[in-house]
């Protein structure tokens, strides 16, 4: 007895076979997370009706309580994969305030032949899917030409298996990763044609935001892009051109290279990204996306980044999971983004940055819900012993962190844990999870090694230190200072002290160590110097007299002792 056909759903080119929980695309099978398939169907049920977001969170989350935020992504995920451009929302209509209405007209049709077709080329992996590919041929071809000469069916099949097989190696082969796991890539800055200026900066900081979402591509930190051009002897924050992009990527021993254009057509903008190998100049990918106007420019980036991760190699399991909204990885106003690269910018190539604050506020007076400014102000106020406005800061960060990536949700986690929360346990479980996800990263190392400072557990603090700089390729960093004078390693702590000197990165903690060596080395001369190198420089004094009061109070003289501290706060 013949099971009966099911049926299929249609809608536009797609087909969605709910038995298989399969979405086609032009017979292709096209990939979903369960619960984007569960969006998918729970809408197209509902056709032409307003699906409220409370009845699709009971749908998707039966048992389960969940932020808002989580069906937001998975409509952004499902817009992906229908191919709906930023804005022009073909498919899921969003009714502000309420929910969502699936838009086209919605068909079914019997699913019998369909099914054999999937079983055929959607199950195949490998070597497995050209077999698969070619019995399907065969059967197709040869059994309706019966009447034919089968050796002349035979040749027109064999000819499309050929046909296949290419086709399908060469399937693989833009799905090969182009990338080695170690490989690092070197962000450029955008080529800005428009002549705007509020471009300038700010769309390689969105765009540097959105690919380190993913835990498969490993961008060469600012700081090592920093050290590379003072040895090149140029400016730290040199504009990166495709050219001296280019070169920075051959001297600090990276792959690739991505560079990224801007024009502007009209009222609409063409954004173009191209990945470079920069040994060879071979051309590993490039995409690019439009934009019907300056508002959804952000929108058109968001588009390149989840494209060139593809064609660089990463999953499309990796992409679905890590791919949040690009307003909400930054920020929607390009304004509001402008300062905080600005800021950011300040911050990453200068030792000892100028005041920066003013940058990260007019961010977030600009997008009072820009988690990630309230976050660097945040760490800025903490490390300036500023900590009620950190506190502040941090917290306003942690309420919005449901809105950011996974990866700024472990940033902005940790701090509130670590700086507000005083909860270092905690700390130590989002920050262990943090390497796990992204292993090739080295803050979650680096902040490890922080907290283990509060713990005063040196050993740890010299391990995880370590471990973050070789991850970002760094040459110096100034925890690793710290622990090698705590451990008693003070030649191996001038050496990188003077290392980093003389590439131009001093900080006042540097000079702080130095004095702190000298006086267990009982050299009066060392310690003389490094006062006089901190005396009478704004933001550096504080260290000078706080060394001071180390000192007065080791030999009792505390009167002196708490002079000098107070010196150090007014300082």
């Avoid at 079983?119 to 059967?139: F, I, K, M, Q």
Wanted: some cysteine; glycine content about 6%; hydrophobic content about 40%.
């Amino acid at each position: 007895m013949n099971k009966p056909a099911k049926h299929l759903l249609e809608f536009g080119p797609f087909r969605i076979d709910p038995e298989q929980r399969l979405l086609l695309r032009d017979q292709q099978p096209i990939q979903l997370s369960p619960k984007a398939f569960d969006l998918l169907l729970a809408l197209t049920q509902h056709g032409g009706e307003v699906v409220l977001k409370d009845d699709l969170m009971k749908m998707l989350w039966p048992d389960t309580f969940v932020e808002e935020s989580n069906l937001g992504q998975h409509v952004f995920q499902l817009r992906k994969a229908l191919g709906e451009k930023p804005q022009d929302h073909t498919y899921i209509v969003t009714v502000p305030g309420r929910g969502y209405r699936f838009a086209p007209e919605i068909r079914e049709v019997s699913g019998q032949k369909e099914k054999e077709r999937v079983e055929e080329y959607g199950e195949a992996d490998g070597e497995e899917e050209v077999v698969a590919a070619s019995r399907s041929l065969t059967r197709v071809v040869i059994e309706p030409e019966r009447k034919k000469d089968l050796r002349w069916g035979a040749a027109v099949c064999l000819g499309l298996i050929a046909i296949v097989v290419a086709g399908v190696v060469y399937w693989r082969s833009l799905r090969k990763p182009k990338l080695a796991e170690k490989d690092t890539i070197v962000l450029g800055d955008f080529d800005n044609k428009t002549g705007d200026a509020v471009f300038d900066g700010a769309l390689r900081q969105a765009l540097s935001a959105q690919l380190e979402q993913s835990p498969f591509l490993n961008l060469l930190s600012d700081q090592r892009i920093a050290e590379t051009l003072s040895l090149m002897t140029r400016p730290k924050d040199s504009r990166l051109s495709p050219e001296l992009a280019g070169e920075v990527c051959q001297r600090s021993a990276s792959a690739a290279v991505l560079n990224g254009t801007i024009a502007q057509i009209g009222a609409r903008y063409l954004l173009t990204l191209k990945a470079i190998n920069c040994s060879t100049g071979e051309s590993l990918a490039s995409t690019e996306a439009e934009a019907r106007d300056k508002d959804h420019v952000l929108d058109a980036l968001g588009e390149l980044a989840t494209q060139i991760r593809g064609r660089l190699g990463e999953s499309l399991a990796s992409l679905q999971k890590y791919d949040v909204q690009p307003e909400n990885v930054t920020t929607a106003s390009l304004e509001a983004l402008k300062a905080y690269s600005i800021g950011m910018q300040m911050r990453r190539y200068n030792a000892a940055p100028p005041p920066i604050i003013p940058f990260f506020e007019r961010a977030i007076t600009l997008d009072p819900n820009f988690a990630m400014a309230y976050a660097q102000a945040g760490v800025i106020f903490f490390n300036n012993d500023d900590t009620v406005k950190a506190a502040d800061n941090i917290r306003k960060a942690y309420d919005l962190r449901d809105r950011v990536s996974e990866r700024e949700k472990f940033y902005i986690s940790s701090c509130y844990q670590i700086m507000v929360a005083r909860d270092l346990d905690a700390a130590r479980k989002t920050l262990q999870v943090w390497q796990q996800i992204y292993p090739r990263e080295g803050a979650a190392f680096n902040n490890l090694g922080t907290l283990d400072i509060y713990l005063g557990k040196w050993d740890e603090v010299l391990t995880m230190t370590e471990k973050g700089r070789d991850l970002n390729h760094k040459q110096f960093e100034p925890n690793l200072v710290s622990a090698y004078v705590y451990l008693n390693r003070f030649d191996e702590a001038k050496k990188m002290i003077r290392a980093a000197q003389s590439s131009g990165y001093d900080l006042p903690g540097f000079r702080g160590s130095l004095y702190a060596i000298a006086f267990n080395e009982g050299d009066q001369a060392g310690m003389d110097r490094a006062l006089a190198d901190l005396m009478g420089k704004p933001g550096w004094e504080s260290a000078a007299f706080y060394s001071q009061s180390s000192t007065a109070a080791y030999y009792g003289r505390f009167a002196q002792a708490r002079e000098r501290i107070e010196r150090a706060v007014d300082s």
